[in-house]
T-cell receptor, first 114, second 113 residues
Framework: TQLLEQSPQFLSIQEGENLTVYCNSS?????LQWYRQEPGEGPVLLVTVVTGGEVKKLKRLTFQFGDARKDSSLHITAAQPGDTGLYLC??????????????FGKGTKLTVNP | EAQVTQNPRYLITVTGKKLTVTCSQN?????MSWYRQDPGLGLRQIYY???????DKGDVPEGYKVSRKEKRNFPLILESPSPNQTSLYFC????????????FGPGTRLTVL
């Protein structure tokens, strides 16, 4: 069974601080996605990374896929209260793993205090 | 508007009383799936479907049934709900699984007494 370990599980910071969230696995993924979920809503996709070593930026958010495609990180610069939410990583092993299942990490709950 | 809808949004029921949670998408997606989300356990896949009449078990299928008679609909059926099925349920759809965005519904909060 493929597992995605996210750390930290909880993170509470002040507005303006920087932070990094990690998503690690012993398995190789063909792609990895990051979602953000707000209370009372379903997760919403932020980014998909596909190539080992790939870096994608979304405003103040920087996503990186590890060279071996086993891990990923999300870095937020100058966090704002609007960044508060549950951040989920999800890995897809298809086609090399032959699975049509998307594996989710347990999430990092981020709180940005004004 | 492209969306995934779920009904009901909230449901309180009793042990053993059959229920169905409906899921519908208007994006002509082939892939649909059901997840449950529990504190400390994250999102876990219950069942998924790659197209009409094609369904398969996810990681936690026990106690659940699904059907995919039409492309747009993917209902989740609990034949005899038990308290351990109290959870937040999400339906999701995508064009294909690989590399593609999963569009999630708003969730159904189920309580089984």
């Amino acid at each position: 069974t493929q597992l995605l370990e996210q750390s930290p599980q909880f993170l509470s910071i002040q507005e303006g601080e920087n932070l990094t969230v990690y998503c690690n696995s012993s398995s190789v993924f063909s792609s990895l996605q990051w979602y953000r979920q707000e209370p009372g809503e379903g997760p919403v996709l932020l980014v998909t990374v596909v190539t080992g070593g790939e870096v994608k930026k979304l405003k103040r958010l920087t996503f990186q896929f590890g060279d071996a495609r086993k891990d990923s990180s999300l870095h937020i610069t100058a966090a704002q209260p609007g960044d508060t939410g549950l951040y989920l990583c999800a890995g897809d092993s298809y086609p090399q793993g032959g699975s049509e299942k998307l594996v989710f990490g347990k999430g990092t709950k981020l709180t940005v205090n004004p | 508007e492209a969306q995934v809808t779920q009904n009901p949004r909230y449901l309180i029921t009793v042990t053993g009383k059959k229920l169905t949670v409906t899921c519908s998408q208007n994006m002509n997606h082939e892939y649909m799936s059901w997840y449950r989300q529990d504190p400390g356990l994250g999102l876990r896949q219950i069942y998924y479907s790659m197209n009409v009449e094609v369904t398969d078990k996810g990681d936690v299928p026990e106690g659940y049934k699904v059907s995919r008679k039409e492309k747009r609909n993917f209902p989740l059926i609990l034949e005899s709900p038990s308290p351990n099925q109290t959870s937040l349920y999400f339906c999701a759809s995508s064009l294909l699984l690989s590399y593609n965005e999963q569009f999630f519904g708003p969730g159904t909060r189920l309580t089984v007494l």
